[in-house]
């Protein structure tokens, strides 16, 4: 286990730290992967920004994602449990979560614009995943502003999400490649507390750099 997200963030800097002062940017997932991600940046001496993804649950169980979206482009969803969906419903959902996420831009970087990927080391960065469709919105987003090369950096993930992100990233690091998943991201810290608004905000002006 590990102890809380400040260490895992120095455990996965260790293990992409040949990328020290490599031209790279290090995108975290809010909340819980910017903790994370400052440790990460501050290693390789690099900024840290932002991946805004949002997951859109199921109306039956919101807490099981069957599509992400980030502030543009097109949502990535579980297509099995899309053709089930109402379309009108998925669609309102799909605009607000977009909202939600250019609030959340707009409330944590005060108006700073999305530092470009394109021919940057893109490090992309949370504090654990379970199904992966805000993570592999996220790379798929950052791929299209056309990285000199897309990291993944996880501390743990279920093994057979591990195998797909092997065909969507061109490197992906996870401390735990777990065959039985427990389910639950923070079932594998010791301390896993709720990351604050306030958090967030500090650690991106902290870690921010020049843009």
């Not at 940017?25 to 809010?30: D, G, R, S, T």
């Not at 996420?101 to 021919?119: I, P, W």
């Not at 591990?162 to 389910?183: C, F, M, Q, R, S």
């Not at 991201?185 to 507390?193: H, I, L, M, R, T």
Request: charged residues 30%.
């Amino acid at each position: 286990m590990f102890k809380d997200r400040k260490e895992a963030g120095q455990l996965l800097a260790e293990q992409i730290i040949q990328y020290r002062d490599k031209d790279a940017v290090v995108y975290a997932l809010p909340r819980g992967g910017v903790v994370l991600g400052f440790e990460i940046a501050q290693a390789l001496h690099a900024p840290l920004d932002l991946i805004i993804a949002r997951k859109i649950g199921h109306p039956d169980n919101p807490e099981y994602a069957v599509c992400a979206v980030i502030e543009e482009g097109e949502p990535f969803c579980n297509e099995e449990e899309r053709a089930t969906l109402d379309p009108v419903w998925l669609e309102k959902e799909i605009e607000k979560e977009r909202e939600e996420a250019k609030r959340r831009r707009e409330k944590y970087l005060k108006g700073r614009k999305h530092r470009s990927a394109r021919n940057k080391i893109a490090i992309v960065v949370d504090d654990g995943v379970a199904t992966g469709l805000t993570l592999r919105s996220a790379l798929r987003s950052l791929r299209q502003e056309q990285p000199k090369e897309l990291i993944v950096a996880v501390p743990v993930a279920p093994h057979d999400l591990v195998e797909i992100l092997h065909t969507e990233a061109d490197k992906v690091v996870v401390l735990k490649d777990e065959k039985n998943y427990l389910g639950a991201v923070g079932a594998y810290y010791q301390n896993f507390p709720q990351v604050s608004d306030g958090e967030v905000i500090e650690l991106l002006r902290c870690g921010g750099g020049e843009i």
